[in-house]
T-cell receptor
Framework: AQSVTQLGSHVSVSEGALVLLRCNYS??????LFWYVQYPNQGLQLLLK??????LVKGINGFEAEFKKSETSFHLTKPSAQMSDAAEYFC?????????????FGSGTRLQVQP | KAGVTQTPRYLIKTRGQQVTLSCSPI?????VSWYQQTPGQGLQFLFE???????NKGNFPGRFSGRQFSNSRSEMNVSTLELGDSALYLC???????????????????FGPGTRLTVL
């Protein structure tokens, strides 16, 4: 079984400041990890994914995340926040264990960007 | 290429009724998964379909069911609706499927906008 913990249900940053959203995972087998973003009244959009290639993953809209096995973490960062980044962000995990694709999501972090 | 489409976008039902939601995957995608999103429970996996067969199922009661057609379109049905079934139901499509096939790094799930179900 796998699980994801997202620390901080709400994060507020100033425009231009560093964005850091935390995600820790638990998995008994090598995980695949994802970050999705959800804007109000919309579905989920993939930001980036880790699938055992490079540990530093670059995604869309200037976001990146680093897979750290020793810390079981996959934190999402962006050097400079923009107003348009305000949304809810979900970390998710699946594994290669069964080849099935059920994603296990964290509880989400709502990012607020202050002008 | 058009994205995942879900119909209807909004639905209001009363307790005890049943409801059917529809999902059309991205063209060429053969796997469809369904998720329920609620403020209390967050995002939870319902089931996945590939080649008209259910390949994986989450921990939901039998009132929740689904099917997939030969053109990969999928429907999910909820019978005997309860107040707690009020949620955003999200459909996701992906290019391949599990069931023994190695998970491909290209195998991302693409989500539709969801159907907002309100049970009164």
């Amino acid at each position: 079984a796998q699980s994801v913990t997202q620390l901080g249900s709400h994060v507020s940053v100033s425009e231009g400041a560093l964005v850091l959203l935390r995600c820790n995972y638990s998995s008994s087998v090598p995980p695949y990890l994802f970050w999705y973003v959800q804007y109000p009244n919309q579905g989920l959009q993939l930001l980036l994914k880790y699938t055992s290639a490079a540990t530093l993953v670059k995604g869309i809209n200037g976001f990146e995340a680093e897979f750290k096995k020793s810390e079981t973490s996959f934190h999402l960062t962006k050097p400079s926040a923009q107003m348009s980044d305000a949304a809810e962000y979900f970390c998710a995990v699946t594994t290669t264990d069964t080849g099935r694709r059920a994603l296990t999501f964290g509880s989400g972090t709502r990012l607020q960007v202050q002008p | 290429k058009a994205g995942v489409t879900q119909t209807p976008r909004y639905l209001i039902k009363t307790r005890g009724q049943q409801v059917t939601l529809s999902c059309s995957p991205i063209s060429g995608h053969r796997s469809v998964s369904w998720y329920q999103q609620t403020p209390g429970q967050g995002l939870q996996f319902l089931f996945e379909y590939f080649s008209e067969t259910q390949r994986n199922k989450g921990n939901f009661p039998g009132r929740f069911s689904g099917r997939q057609f030969s053109n990969s379109r999928s429907e999910m049905n909820v019978s005997t609706l309860e107040l707690g079934d009020s949620a955003l139901y999200l459909c996701a499509s992906s290019l391949t499927s599990g069931g023994g096939i190695p998970f491909s790094s290209t195998d991302t799930q693409y989500f539709g906008p969801g159907t907002r179900l309100t049970v009164l």
